[in-house]
């Protein structure tokens, strides 16, 4: 009975839970809440723990902080790496929403990777509890995904989504309302800015930290040879000399320093079509192939899988926050709900 007088004050949400990024929706009132994935905390003297800033806020910090505050991204490879500061992040957000702290006790429907174990599916359950839910639900991000650009997913036609988020790519062919096939790879947007640091050290002998890889994979990056190259000076540390310095990279040199993971997506996607039964992949041949997530904006990325699988793929609308969307729509639509989500 306090239970439903709670819900009667409360907007039930919608959170997908990324590794770089935190959407939260809000049923009735679409996404309020859009921010990277990172909390700052700070130390006391005597050791405590306080939030100093959540979001872009505390992304602003990382790698600048001084010895008693910690930028720390407690999602790692689409699962929980902290589960203290993930529940803090949570409730944060859930309070920022509501606009106020208190009695209020929101259902909230949680997107996560295919394929988490149990264990890690309690652990994003309990976060969210103990961060103030009154009932919690997971859906699958490749449902989501596909939820969120458009699929009708309920119908008896196969179609086929790839999501390459922050910490992991999910793929999933999706049928009748149910993941009929799906494949979730640790190679995403996390990897490509690595092997972009990588390949700056080996190549130019340049330290550089992992906002300055996003931002070149964001600015210049791409997986096809472009018509016009892009170029960005990038300044870092020269490890040989330990001196600051700059220089001018181009969208090729990114293109050499991420074709290894891209490669990657590209062999698991050949592997999930070979998987798929018969009559699905034909389905699939008809539809073509969904990209979603932040990796589908590099540039070239669906022409880039397209020449190795040999059929026609195509970027969602949005594909940044696809999966976001897919996640509120299966919140408010109680059929999608039912046959989509996992109450744990």
Same mark, same amino acid.
């Given at each position: 009975?306090?239970?439903?007088?709670?819900?009667?004050? @409360?907007?039930?949400?919608?959170?997908?839970?990324?590794?770089?990024?935190?959407?939260?929706?809000?049923?009735?009132?679409?996404?309020?809440?859009?921010?990277?994935?990172?909390?700052?905390? /700070?130390?006391?003297?005597?050791?405590? +723990?306080?939030?100093?800033?959540?979001? /872009?806020?505390?992304?602003?910090? *990382?790698?600048?902080?001084?010895?008693?505050?910690?930028?720390?991204?407690?999602?790692?490879?689409?699962?929980?790496?902290?589960?203290?500061?993930? $529940?803090?992040?949570?409730?944060?957000?859930? $309070?920022?929403?509501?606009?106020?702290?208190?009695?209020? @006790?929101?259902?909230?429907?949680?997107?996560?990777?295919?394929?988490?174990? /149990?264990?890690?599916?309690?652990?994003?359950?309990?976060?969210?509890?103990?961060?103030?839910?009154? #009932?919690?639900?997971?859906? +699958? =991000?490749?449902?989501?995904?596909?939820?969120?650009?458009?699929?009708?997913?309920?119908?008896?036609?196969?179609?086929?989504? *790839?999501?390459?988020?922050?910490?992991?790519?999910?793929?999933?062919?999706? @049928?009748?309302?149910?993941?009929?096939? @799906?494949?979730?790879?640790?190679?995403?947007?996390? %990897?490509?800015? !690595?092997?972009?640091?990588?390949?700056? %050290? !080996?190549?130019?002998?340049?330290?550089?930290?992992?906002?300055?890889?996003?931002?070149?994979?964001?600015?210049?990056?791409?997986?096809?040879?472009?018509?016009? #190259?892009?170029?960005?000076?990038?300044?870092?540390?020269?490890?040989?000399?330990?001196?600051?310095?700059?220089?001018?990279?181009?969208?090729?040199?990114?293109?050499?320093?991420?074709?290894?993971?891209?490669?990657?997506?590209?062999?698991?996607?050949?592997?999930?079509?070979?998987?798929?039964?018969?009559?699905?992949?034909?389905?699939?041949?008809?539809?073509?192939?969904?990209?979603?997530?932040?990796?589908?904006?590099?540039?070239?990325?669906?022409?880039?899988?397209?020449?190795?699988?040999?059929?026609?793929?195509?970027?969602?609308?949005?594909?940044?926050?696809?999966?976001?969307?897919?996640?509120?729509?299966?919140? #408010? =639509?109680?059929?999608?709900?039912?046959?989509?989500?996992?109450? #744990?």
């Amino acid at each position: 009975m306090f239970k439903r007088f709670l819900g009667m004050f @409360s907007n039930d949400l919608a959170i997908d839970l990324g590794t770089a990024n935190t959407l939260v929706l809000v049923k009735g009132r679409g996404i309020c809440i859009n921010e990277p994935s990172v909390v700052a905390i /700070q130390y006391d003297k005597h050791g405590r +723990e306080h939030i100093l800033a959540v979001g /872009q806020d505390a992304k602003d910090m *990382v790698g600048k902080t001084p010895g008693n505050i910690k930028a720390i991204r407690p999602m790692r490879d689409g699962v929980i790496a902290d589960f203290n500061t993930t $529940e803090m992040m949570i409730r944060y957000f859930i $309070e920022k929403v509501h606009n106020r702290k208190g009695l209020f @006790s929101p259902r909230i429907i949680i997107c996560v990777p295919f394929g988490l174990t /149990q264990v890690e599916r309690k652990a994003v359950k309990e976060s969210a509890m103990s961060a103030g839910a009154r #009932e919690v639900y997971l859906i +699958e =991000e490749p449902m989501a995904a596909a939820i969120g650009s458009g699929i009708p997913v309920k119908e008896p036609n196969g179609n086929l989504v *790839v999501d390459i988020g922050g910490g992991t790519t999910e793929i999933g062919v999706i @049928s009748l309302g149910g993941l009929v096939l @799906s494949k979730s790879i640790r190679t995403a947007g996390d %990897k490509i800015d !690595k092997y972009i640091i990588d390949y700056m %050290k !080996k190549n130019f002998n340049l330290l550089i930290g992992d906002r300055v890889a996003e931002d070149m994979k964001i600015s210049i990056g791409t997986a096809i040879q472009l018509d016009e #190259e892009l170029t960005i000076n990038v300044k870092g540390r020269d490890q040989v000399t330990g001196l600051l310095t700059s220089v001018e990279i181009t969208s090729e040199h990114i293109r050499e320093a991420i074709k290894e993971p891209l490669k990657e997506i590209g062999e698991a996607l050949k592997l999930v079509l070979e998987q798929t039964p018969p009559d699905l992949a034909g389905d699939i041949v008809e539809n073509g192939i969904v990209l979603t997530g932040g990796g589908a904006l590099i540039r070239g990325l669906d022409k880039y899988l397209s020449n190795i699988i040999k059929l026609p793929i195509y970027v969602a609308e949005d594909p940044l926050l696809a999966v976001a969307k897919g996640t509120g729509k299966a919140l #408010e =639509e109680i059929d999608l709900l039912q046959q989509t989500v996992y109450e #744990e």
